[in-house]
T-cell receptor
């Protein structure tokens, strides 16, 4: 389909390991967002890419978190030295001109 | 600092009645507001939006009302249907900026 895709859908990792989450946005969408949703909580903004502008990283919770985007396509969110509190569903969304966002199905990360 | 707040974590409504979900915001620069619906194990899906130049937007059974002076918006679903049972998030943004989401309201429509 032409929607936002994310991989992997599920990831179980041991505490202290690094993980990389991938997002493929809708083709042509200039904006890409990463969010996190912990169990029982709302959507927590992490980072926002808009075209060639510098990303808005204000939501990244620590320096263990980083994200990259290649042009206006794929984005990867990397979490280094994972901690149990990193366990959450990580959602990616893309949008055109920063209006309605189209979300991917999410990656469920479990840190044991 | 929660700029968008949904103070009701849950709501139960009888099928056929009206569901009213509320959302408050603090940033007067917000000019675009959206509602998303989320089913378990799925990503949120866009439902309806409103810009600050309007005070009402209607799409079928869904209507969003915006009260800028009160910094309040609400989503009305009428008539409510069991398939509407989901978590509803409101979101807001200022021009060129990120979206801020509320913590969600879980709606249960009772058959």
């Amino acid at each position: 389909g032409a929607g936002v895709s994310q991989s992997p859908s599920n990831k179980v990792t041991e505490k202290g390991k690094d993980v990389e989450l991938r997002c493929d946005p809708i083709s042509g969408h200039t904006a890409l967002y990463w969010y996190r949703q912990r169990l029982g909580q709302g959507l927590e903004f992490l980072i926002y890419f808009q075209g060639n502008s510098a990303p808005d990283k204000s939501g990244l919770p620590s320096d263990r978190f980083s994200a990259e985007r290649t042009g206006e396509s794929v984005s990867t969110l990397t979490i280094q030295r994972t901690q149990q509190e990193d366990s959450a569903v990580y959602l990616c969304a893309s949008s055109l001109l920063a209006v309605e966002q189209y979300f991917g199905p999410g990656t469920r990360l479990t840190v044991t | 600092d929660q700029q968008v707040k949904q103070n009701s974590p849950s709501l139960s409504v009888q099928e056929g009645r009206i569901s009213i979900l509320n959302c408050d915001y603090t940033n007067s620069m917000f000019d675009y507001f959206l509602w998303y619906k989320k089913y378990p194990a799925e990503g949120p899906t866009f439902l309806i939006s409103i810009s600050s130049i309007k005070d009402k937007n209607e799409d079928g059974r869904f209507t969003v009302f915006l009260n800028k002076s009160a910094k309040h918006l609400s989503l009305h679903i009428v008539p409510s249907q069991p398939g509407d049972s989901a978590v509803y998030f409101c979101a807001a943004s200022a021009p060129g900026n990120q979206f801020y989401f509320g913590t969600g309201t879980s709606l249960t429509v009772i058959p």
